[in-house]
């Protein structure tokens, strides 16, 4: 396990260096700059002192040496937009927030996609397997963009529920928490019902019914070990998918997570920022789907060995 996890840490070094490239020569490589945005600088001497401020003036493979020494001591500069203020800074004040919304939602998601899901198993073809099926059906049709604005208008507007953004009270992670997780609800659905037919099929559960076990034993104890284990090979690319998601829920609800901060800094050409958030979600999504691949070798043993 520990070899494992050694020889995944391993590689993830020159995927993140990949990423680091790519990301840096790209963003400098799109027309327009930090200083274009708004209100452009008209005075030439300013924008070259700013400029030089920020190692602009530098040539490209000067600036891309320069970025590359702060990184592997972890500095990831500081942000354009934000005056004064170093991107690790904003990354360590907006992330908990986008930590938050992320673990809402993958509760949300789990919640409402393991049971409809083993509600779907226990009768299929049947309207209990239908019903379901076809609410995950139109979860998964349905983008964040989408439900975002319509839970807006239903819950906030008409019947005043919750508010229509923020993120000072409790109830103002539920709309989020709910656009965000409805659609990988869906699918956990959609992956559950699959594996416990799988599952139920299987010699083993009739055996358990043989011997007396009641259906929901045989369900719980039984089958859903087993019937789980599409759910979570699927984990890993949810969780990143809910990360990455985020981006948008965090701007439809006004909520000051580090989604919010990466979609200002991408209008706002503020490359540091980009930078550090495009590289701090990576390295993350790397431990997410190790966490993910380890878990699966706790529930089927047999894995280690692949």
């Known amino acids: 396990m520990w070899k494992l996890i050694f020889l995944r ?81 904003v990354i360590i004040k907006a992330f908990p927030v986008s930590a938050e919304l992320g673990l809402w939602s993958i509760m949300v998601a789990l919640a409402l996609g393991l049971t409809a899901g083993m509600m779907a198993s226990v009768k299929p073809n049947s309207i209990l397997d239908y019903t379901p099926m076809t609410l995950a059906m139109l979860g998964i049709c349905v983008p964040t963009f989408v439900m975002g604005p319509i839970l807006i208008l239903i819950f906030s507007l008409k019947l005043e529920w919750f508010n229509a953004s923020g993120w000072d009270q409790w109830s103002d992670r539920v709309l989020p928490a709910l656009t965000l997780g409805g659609v990988y609800a869906a699918y956990i659905a959609r992956l559950t019902r699959g594996g416990m037919l799988e599952v139920m099929s299987q010699d083993y559960i009739r055996t358990a019914r043989a011997k007396g076990a009641g259906e929901l034993r045989v369900l719980l104890k039984h089958a859903l070990r087993g019937g789980l284990m599409p759910v979570v090979a699927f984990l890993g690319p949810a969780v990143a998918g809910l990360i990455s998601g985020s981006f948008v829920v965090e701007t439809i609800f006004q909520i000051p997570g580090l989604g919010r901060h990466f979609v200002e800094a991408a209008f706002n050409r503020d490359y540091t920022m980009v930078m550090g958030t495009v590289l701090f979600f990576a390295a993350l999504i790397i431990l997410l789907n190790l966490l993910v691949d380890v878990l699966q070798i706790w529930l089927n043993p047999r894995l280690r060995n692949t």
Request: aromatic share 12%.
């Open 9 to 89: 840490l391993l590689k993830a070094v020159p995927v993140l260096f990949v990423i680091a490239t790519i990301t840096f020569f790209m963003l400098r490589l799109t027309p327009g700059g930090p200083f274009d945005r708004e209100k452009p600088i008209k005075d030439p001497e300013i924008k070259k002192q700013l400029e030089a401020h920020y190692g602009l003036d530098k040539s490209l493979s000067s600036q891309y040496f320069d970025f590359l020494g702060k990184l592997v001591v972890g500095d990831l500069g500081p942000s354009f937009k934000h005056s004064n203020r170093q991107v690790n800074e």
